[in-house]
């Protein structure tokens, strides 16, 4: 539960400051780098990049050292 929390914390520290850059561009009356759903989009891209890439380490490559980057060195 604590570790869920963590997470959800983590989230919302990213929601504020996404809010925040937000507000700063409004009140400079600047437009976003990107269209709202475009980055959207490569966001999900990036996300379902590196889920993929630990799907295929973890079950095609057999060993247990490449699952959780924290734990590689090299």
């Known amino acids: 539960m604590v570790a869920g929390l963590k997470k959800l914390g983590k989230f919302m520290g990213s929601f504020a ?27 999900l891209g990036i996300l379902s990049g590196e889920a993929a890439g630990r799907f295929v380490i973890k079950n095609f490559r057999g060993s247990k050292q490449y699952s959780n980057r ?3 060195t090299v």
Do not use: K
């Not at 400051?17 to 490569?42: C, D, E, I, N, S």
């Open 70 to 72: 924290s734990q590689h």
């Open 17 to 43: 400051a996404g809010v925040v850059a937000g507000a700063v561009y409004f009140a400079l009356h600047t437009p976003t780098p990107a269209p709202p759903w475009p980055a959207l989009a490569g966001l």
